[in-house]
């Protein structure tokens, strides 16, 4: 679960950008960090914004998640 999609997400941003609640949990659960940033400075937060889910946005959010970031596009 630690690897890298070909865009260089991992599995977290992944779900988050793709508005799976369930897997989100699931993975944090599983010890992936909901902070983990994608190369180019992207996290799970910043891809759940970007496609707009909001569920998962306020998941992260209440896991950890900061919201200060620097949002770049993916």
Do not use: M
Not at 2 to 31: C, D, P
Not at 51 to 63: C, D, K, R, S
């Amino acid at each position: 679960i630690h690897e890298l999609t070909n865009k260089g997400w991992n599995v977290l941003q992944h779900a988050a950008s793709n508005g799976h609640v369930a897997v989100v949990e699931f993975l944090f659960n599983q010890g992936i960090n909901p902070l983990e940033k994608h190369k180019r400075g992207s996290s799970a937060l910043s891809c759940a914004i970007k496609y707009g889910h909001i569920p998962i946005v306020e998941w992260l959010l209440a896991h950890g998640a900061k919201i200060d970031e620097k949002f770049e596009d993916e």
